[in-house]
């Protein structure tokens, strides 16, 4: 089965610094990834998504990720943090059981950027 | 581009009530999919729709739920004699067809509250 973890509940940055947040994942086969970001009472929005290709992926607002094959880690980073990015983070993976590409989520890092 | 559509954004209701909450998705996604979010939790697959077509339930989704899209555009969510476990937001998502490698669109979601 597919699944994906977020270790940490919460992670803590100034703001100017760089910020990362960690998912590990757990795939048959290559791994379809995404980074999804929530505001308070908002649906996600969609960051970026690793399917194939470079290692580092862009996305929007700055944020990449780093796909990591040996680690099966997919880490969210960004060089220097805004107080803005204050928010609900979740990583995904798509489920390949099937054929509806439904989406398989971790339990969410809440990032909190002091000013 | 107006993006995924929810209504009503929040209902609060009794126990036993059955309540209706509709999703528009982006006018030329033909999937659609819908996800329960508790707090705390990352989102959990409900149901999917290709087109009008719902090919896959969650275990997730008892006989109280029923899920329709029936022309192919907008869905309908029903939860019948609700209890207090629905609590919940109900997120919509919508993506184009063809590959499946296309993000997931989110909606704001339904906060259902169950008094």
């Known amino acids: 089965a597919q699944s994906v973890a977020q270790p940490e509940d919460q992670v803590n940055v100034a703001e100017g610094n760089p910020l990362t947040v960690k998912c590990t994942y757990s795939?048959?086969?290559?791994?379809?990834l995404f980074w999804y970001v929530q505001y308070p009472n908002r649906g996600l929005q969609f960051l970026l998504k690793?399917?194939?290709?470079?290692?580092l992926v862009k996305g929007s607002y700055g944020f990449e990720a780093e796909f990591n094959k040996s680690q099966t880690s997919f880490h969210l980073k960004k060089p220097s943090a805004l107080v803005s990015d204050s928010a609900l983070y979740f990583c995904?993976?798509?489920?390949?059981?099937?054929?509806?590409?439904?989406?398989?989520f971790g339990t969410g890092t809440l990032l909190a950027v002091q000013p | 581009d107006t993006g995924v559509s929810q209504d009503p954004r929040h209902k609060i209701t009794k126990r036993g009530q059955n309540v209706t909450f509709r999703c528009d998705p982006i006018?030329?996604?033909?999937?659609l999919y819908w996800y329960r979010q508790t707090l705390g939790q990352g989102p959990e697959f409900l149901t999917y729709?290709?087109?009008?077509?719902?090919?896959?339930k969650s275990r997730l989704l008892s006989d109280r739920f029923s899920a329709e899209r029936p022309k192919g555009s907008f869905s309908t969510l029903e939860i019948q004699r609700t209890e207090q476990g629905d609590s919940a937001m109900y997120l919509c998502?919508?993506?184009?067809?063809?590959?499946?490698?296309?993000?997931?669109?989110f909606g704001d979601g339904t906060r259902l509250s169950i008094l």
């Open positions: 998502a919508s993506s184009l067809d063809g590959t499946s490698n296309q993000p997931q669109h």
């Open positions: 795939v048959s086969g290559n791994p379809y």
């Open positions: 729709f290709q087109n009008e077509a719902q090919l896959e």
């Open positions: 995904a993976v798509r489920d390949r059981g099937g054929a509806t590409n439904k989406l398989i």
């Open positions: 006018s030329e996604h033909n999937r």
């Open positions: 690793y399917i194939t290709g470079d290692n």
